[in-house]
């Protein structure tokens, strides 16, 4: 049974910081990734990270702000947020590319396999 499970969602001040945390279980993914949608708004990409090298990928909205990581041995998936504005408001994924094929462009939704049910991320001014 492939599932992520995700965590560490909740409401913050604006300045704060909060970490998430996403396990994958039954399966070594490629890539991993984290999104964000708030209400009204597309699905937007974070960041990524390919699990076999460590490059890692940002969106120039949180580049400074956020940092993506990985234990592999856990199979797990971090996102570490700093210095959080009201605008990084959102309902957080992350998603999941597995092996076998090539994975495309990280920033694409439909480049990934799996996806979290998602946690909401608040933060007041």
């Known amino acids: 049974q492939v599932q992520l499970v995700e965590s560490g969602g909740g409401s913050v001040q604006a300045g704060g910081s909060l970490r998430l945390s996403c396990a994958a279980f039954?399966?070594?993914?490629?890539?991993m990734g984290w999104f964000r949608q708030a209400p009204g708004k597309e699905r937007e990409g974070v960041a990524a990270?390919?699990?076999?090298?460590?490059?890692?990928y940002y969106a120039d909205s949180v580049k400074g702000r956020f940092t993506i990581s990985q234990d592999n041995a856990k199979n797990t998936l971090y996102l570490e947020m700093n210095s959080l504005k009201p605008e990084d408001t959102a309902m957080y994924y992350c998603?999941?590319?597995?092996?076998?094929?090539?994975?495309?462009?990280?920033?694409?939704?439909?480049?990934?396999?799996?996806w979290s049910q998602g946690t909401q991320v608040t933060v007041s001014s």
């Open positions: 998603a999941a590319r597995m092996r076998g094929s090539y994975g495309g462009d990280w920033r694409v939704p439909t480049t990934y396999n799996y």
């Open positions: 039954g399966y070594t993914a490629l890539r």
């Open positions: 990270i390919y699990t076999g090298g460590g490059a890692t």
